[in-house]
């Protein structure tokens, strides 16, 4: 493919700073015939988050954009804490996001013979040794940026020395802790990283790929660019943590290889949500203790949570090219993601009727028995969606809040004496209503007028009132669990206080869930997963766990458009 870019493309949107980055570097033809390769890294320790999707987006649609490749690769280099089941979601969620890796999946673990032999060279050429301290000794020798790390007692170990340790470590003659081997470069750095970093770290434990024929395992700064330069890779885009990291993702490339190729670590923002908790250690917490059903919660930031919620590929891709590419860190509205995905929804999805507190509405001067298809729009926004029919009945449910007994002047919906037209159908006016012994409303009556009939071009049918009422037919209905979500934390910035525990902002209205709804029979063959609008009461998607035996909803986000609201 050609690495030239169209120009409408470059004339549509001003290039972001990585895009400037490959573009001066194609210009300037740093990687030979133009070539432009990205990689997407996860660690298979936790499902992928909103924040891995805008890592996703960027890293594949570069990819597509500029003629290159991105390759998948695991950064599996932790077996205490990784696991097939994330491997499997991970590449799940890529797919489902529209994107495919080049060729095969990568894992580090693929490179680990080579990584260890690349840290043999590196204690034969002197630059690193087997140190004996403790993690805690280690970091208190590195002292502060403003002043020089004492070195440790063992760094000055003959080669030879280094060499048979670091051969006993890997042949596991050491317990966990026990030593680890550093790379020996400057204990006076003002960069905290160029002090001796760790290098590998001694850990028996049997890993999800290679089993237990290793014991020691590589660090990231050491395995990450390595990794990089392996595959070939020439823009690895990380976020801006990792900026302090890049002298040393050098250090080991010009202390290991013998080309002139160099992959370009650069650095953006990572994406911060308000209302949101982008940690997956604190993801898993939530998991782990129960608070929420799964890594697959509608609640949970997950790129499987807001599958299940109803969340669209095209709306998570739209988000990401919105927020862009920056290089200071800020935090993103989560009302945004709601729009885009509201956006996408209003375009694609079919419009049905659904009554989640339904009371019964009856229609005394409609013929008994009598059954009435009626022809309403799937999608008013897509002319090629079509129309169905829905039954209409004598008897029908609508919303409880649809009603008031005793109204003010400005509800403009039904109550005694005013009249409103049921959608698609025909206006009808209360008459009266039936109660139980505790005074609740179990029965609305009314009449309606046989030509007012929505469609039917008569001036009757022409005539404007101010209330439309969604509605089923009770004999025709079928009944649903819906599954009311708000936002899992009430406090905008839920992790922002090291004092305070993430988990005392929970909000403990995230979820409501409505045994008793009822909707229209069309809905009886959706699938999982298929998203709806229920109108006048927001996006739904089909929960994976519906069967015949019940259907069950997720409310994916409401009608209301707080962004767009905030933009005018």
């Known amino acids: 493919m050609s690495t030239e870019i169209k120009n409408e493309e470059r004339e549509e949107k001003s290039l972001n700073f990585i895009q400037q980055i490959i573009e001066d570097d194609i210009k300037n033809n740093v990687y030979e015939g133009g070539r432009v390769h990205t990689r997407f890294p996860p660690e298979p320790n936790g499902y992928l988050h909103i924040g891995h999707a805008k890592a996703i987006c960027l890293n594949f649609s570069l990819a597509q954009q500029y003629g290159g490749k991105c390759n998948l690769r695991f950064d599996d280099t932790n077996p205490v804490k990784e696991d097939t089941e994330y491997v499997d979601s991970i590449k799940e969620d890529i797919k489902w996001l529209g994107f495919q890796w080049e060729g095969d999946p990568h894992y580090t673990s693929d490179y680990f013979q080579q990584l260890y032999d690349w840290a043999v060279k590196l204690i034969k050429d002197g630059k690193a040794y087997v140190d004996d301290q403790t993690p805690e000794q280690i970091a208190e020798q590195k002292k502060s940026p403003t002043e020089d790390g004492i070195e440790s007692p063992y760094r000055n170990r003959t080669v030879e020395e280094n060499l048979d340790l670091f051969s006993r470590m890997k042949k596991g003659e050491f317990e966990n802790g026990a030593k680890v081997l550093r790379a020996k470069i400057d204990m006076s750095s003002p960069n905290m990283h160029m002090r001796d970093p760790i290098m590998y770290r001694i850990l028996h434990a049997e890993h999800h790929r290679t089993g237990n024929e290793w014991c020691i395992y590589p660090m990231y700064d050491y395995a990450h660019g390595e990794s990089d330069y392996l595959e070939g890779i020439t823009h690895s885009i990380c976020t801006l943590e990792f900026e302090v990291h890049r002298p040393l993702y050098e250090w080991f490339i010009d202390n290991l290889t013998d080309t002139d190729y160099r992959p370009k670590q650069r650095e953006m923002a990572r994406l911060n949500l308000s209302y949101t908790v982008m940690s997956k250690r604190k993801l ?179 005539r404007k009132v101010k209330g439309t009422l969604h509605w089923v037919s009770a004999k025709d209905a079928i009944k649903a669990k819906v599954r009311i979500y708000d936002r899992l934390f009430s406090n905008e910035a839920p992790d922002g206080s090291k004092d305070i525990d993430f988990k005392e902002y929970l909000n403990p209205d995230s979820l409501q869930v409505l045994d008793n709804c009822y909707l229209e029979p069309s809905l009886a063959e959706s699938k999982a997963e298929e998203g709806f609008q229920f109108t006048r009461l927001g996006y739904f998607a089909v929960d994976k766990s519906s069967s015949k035996e019940g259907l069950i909803f997720n409310r994916t986000v409401s009608l209301k458009d707080s962004w767009s609201k905030k933009k005018k």
């Open 284 to 462: 898993l917490e939530l998991v782990e203790k129960n608070i929420v059903e799964g890594w697959d919660d509608p609640r949970m930031p997950t790129i499987s949570g807001l599958r299940r919620r109803g969340y669209t590929p095209a709306s998570i891709r739209k988000f990401a090219d919105i927020i862009g590419v920056a290089k200071r860190n800020n935090v993103i509205d989560v009302s945004l993601l709601e729009h885009c995905v509201r956006e996408d929804l209003n375009k694609t999805a079919k419009r049905v009727m659904a009554v989640l507190n339904p009371v019964k509405l009856i229609i005394d001067n409609y013929t008994d028995g009598e059954t009435e298809y009626l022809s309403i729009d799937n999608n008013p926004e897509d002319e090629n969606a079509g129309k169905r029919e829905i039954p209409f009945s004598k008897e029908l449910y609508i919303e409880r809040e649809d009603f008031m007994e005793d109204a003010p002047k400005k509800f403009f919906r039904m109550t005694p004496g005013r009249e409103v037209r049921l959608k698609a159908a025909y206006i009808v006016m209360c008459t009266g209503v039936v109660k139980d012994e505790d005074g609740n409303i179990t029965e609305i009556h009314c009449t309606y007028d046989p030509k007012s009939k929505s469609g039917s071009g008569t001036e009757e049918s022409k």
